[in-house]
């Protein structure tokens, strides 16, 4: 990940990754940076399944005083493609707002993990060494492409699900009831 920037070790593959890390660290160098982990993908889950829920009903509110009401038949053909926008809409909300909010932990915890075991530092000093390079702004290092893989992680996680237990809600139902 930051292979080729001054003060980080170079590599000539992942075999090579796990012989270094386990000459310098041993087992536990591969868990290095596991704690900081948990504490960035615990609250970046539920600041964004939060976000869903409050997102959709929001967007739902907007989106039927923009679209006025329409004949049923009209209703029923685009209600689908109304939902996915909805669902994708609520997913890139949710992505945007929780990789706000945990970007600082994540640049943290890669700092953590591909420092070298003569840089070893503690997470307050790196912490201090992010502020001190760029200042706050440094705690948002790598924000651009964590929203955008939250989001679209977001979205087609979302998405499917929504598909996916609509559908076996209704195999469901046709089987116990239309049997």
């Known amino acids: 990940m930051v292979q080729g920037y001054s003060g980080y070790a170079n590599y000539t593959g992942g075999f090579d990754v796990a012989r270094k890390i386990m000459k310098a660290d041993g087992i536990r160098g591969f868990y290095r940076g596991f704690g900081l982990s948990a504490m960035t993908y615990a609250p970046s889950n539920l600041v964004w399944w939060a976000t869903y829920g409050s997102s959709q009903n929001i967007i739902w509110k907007h989106l039927s ?32 707002l929780a990789s706000c909010v945990t970007t600082p932990l994540d640049t943290i915890k890669t700092r953590l993990q591909v420092m070298d075991i003569k840089q070893r530092q503690t997470t307050r000093q790196i912490m201090k060494n992010l502020i001190v390079e760029d200042g706050w702004k440094g705690l948002y290092r790598g924000l651009g492409p964590r929203f955008v893989s939250t989001s679209a992680w977001g979205t087609s996680l979302i998405v499917a699900y929504e598909y996916l237990s609509r559908d076996i809600l209704l195999l469901s139902l046709n089987f116990f009831f239309l049997d």
């Open 65 to 96: 005083s923009l679209l006025g009401r329409k004949s049923e038949r009209e209703e029923s053909v685009s209600s689908v493609w109304k939902l996915v926008f909805v669902q994708a809409t609520g997913g890139v909300i949710s992505g945007a």
